[in-house]
């Protein structure tokens, strides 16, 4: 499964997971700016998997940025990444059962 978080329509960073568990969980970084965003996470399948709704691939969150944080030493603080982390969860959850609801119709191998 391939995850994209996008800012404000723009692609800023994506990683490719294997589901086999019940939860998987993806996180991002961006740096904060001062003022209003639009943050969107994307799912969609791989490996071969076809989806029987891609309607439920997206989550988009609308997010104000009073005062970017200043960094701390040695680390970057990024006060969205609750909301991203939360964000990412339902939408893997989304596809992880979309994917076992496929697997579970098209029934055993060799059929």
């Given at each position: ?7 404000d ?5 994506e ?6 568990a019940?939860t ?10 001062k003022?209003?965003h ?25 997010i104000?940025v009073?005062k970017?944080?200043?960094p701390?030493?040695?680390?970057t ?5 609750a909301?991203a ?8 959850m ?8 496929a ?9």
């Amino acid at each position: 499964m391939t995850v994209e978080m996008q800012l404000d329509g723009v692609a800023v960073n994506e990683t490719t997971v294997a589901v086999n568990a019940s939860t998987v969980t993806v996180r991002f970084c961006w740096t904060a700016v001062k003022g209003n965003h639009t943050i969107t996470i994307r799912v969609a399948a791989t490996g071969g998997v076809t989806e029987t709704d891609l309607d439920n691939n997206n989550a988009s969150r609308e997010i104000s940025v009073l005062k970017a944080p200043a960094p701390q030493s040695g680390q970057t603080y990024l006060p969205i990444m609750a909301v991203a982390a939360v964000i990412l969860i339902f939408a893997a959850m989304v596809v992880i059962l979309a994917l076992r609801r496929a697997r579970r119709n098209r029934g055993p191998p060799g059929k």
